[in-house]
């Protein structure tokens, strides 16, 4: 059996000593796996990272990272973790330079880097702009850079913090394939994302949070079969809709965006004639209807609401 990376049993955090933004949280990462923590902002992801890499003191509960206590051998554990957070991090020299800085910082060996440097800047598409000062890049050409620094030094255990906001598809993709490949190659992944579709493809198990604590935890799969009773309607409209009432009408979970409806139901046949007649009566043309199997983001929308 894999061994745990990272331990966390009835893990609390609070900022004011009154308010836990982490409440009663456990969960466990075997070593190899990319493991992906999900919540809508302000659900305690971010200040459970912040703990994990011994950015803030443990308040209350048990956290241990690679088999040590992260609050009594912090130096430890950052010597072998890598860690993209949200912030920037950037200096005046160009991509290349600020690659050999990092490198060297973590006391890569001289060709070692060379190599490393010349594999990751291929992998993230940054050898056109190796001559660039890091701050002149764009928000997602320096997001490439923060990301590809990590991966010039040896860890085991790396947390990526939404690690690909301002990434076009292809490059997005590019990257979720390397984390992949590194995965495979035996590198633990923390891995946060507001794109559920991200984190479908890429992480082996998720933990869904919500309001400081884990309210869904499993593959993907699982999650989607624990809530495979549910079929989505996605309902696309002309005309102005009034939420609330939409709401009161159809208790099932309703999300409006755009042009589009999407209800969250487990009887579809008796919920969307009568919601075809809602729209009718309150004079508001239905464009078309689709009906679809339960995603990862449904499940998402379902135990955050």
């Known amino acids: 059996m894999a061994e745990d990376i990272i331990e966390v049993e009835h893990f609390k955090q609070t900022y004011d000593g009154k308010k836990f933004v982490v409440d009663d949280v456990s969960f466990h990462v075997k070593r190899g796996e990319i493991y992906g923590l999900l919540g809508k902002n ?46 920037e991090s950037f200096d005046f020299t160009t991509v290349e330079k600020n690659l050999k800085i990092y490198g060297m910082l973590w006391d890569v060996p001289g060709e070692v880097l060379k190599a490393r440097i010349e594999e990751v800047m291929e992998v993230f598409d940054l050898s056109r702009l190796r001559k660039i000062r890091a701050l002149e890049l764009s928000g997602g050409q320096k997001k490439r850079l923060q990301v590809a620094r990590e991966f010039l030094h040896d860890m085991d255990l790396l947390f990526l913090d939404e690690p690909t906001v301002g990434l076009d598809p292809i490059m997005r993709r590019t990257v979720l394939n390397y984390i992949k490949e ?13 794109i559920m579709e991200e984190a479908d493809y890429l992480c082996d198990r998720i933990a869904i949070m919500n309001n400081g604590k884990i309210v869904a935890e499993g593959t993907s799969d699982f999650l989607k079969s624990k809530y495979g009773d549910l079929k989505t309607i996605k309902i696309h409209i002309s005309g102005n809709v009034n ?26 046949e008796d919920v969307l004639p009568d919601m075809i007649l809602y729209f009718k009566r309150s004079g508001i043309h239905i464009e078309r209807i689709n009906v679809e199997e339960t995603s990862l983001d449904d499940v998402f929308l379902r135990v955050v609401s």
């Open 243 to 268: 939420r609330e009432d939409l709401k009161m009408m159809f208790p099932e979970f309703v999300q409006i965006e755009g042009d589009e409806v999407r209800l969250i139901s487990k009887n579809v």
């Open 42 to 87: 302000g659900a305690g992801k971010t200040t459970t990272i912040r703990t994990l890499t011994t950015i803030m003191p443990v308040h209350y509960g048990k956290v241990k990272v690679l088999g040590l206590d992260v609050s009594t051998h912090p130096e430890k554990i950052r010597q072998r973790i890598g860690v993209v957070l949200q912030s």
């Open 182 to 194: 590194k995965a495979k190659a035996g590198l633990t992944v923390l891995y946060t994302t507001q």
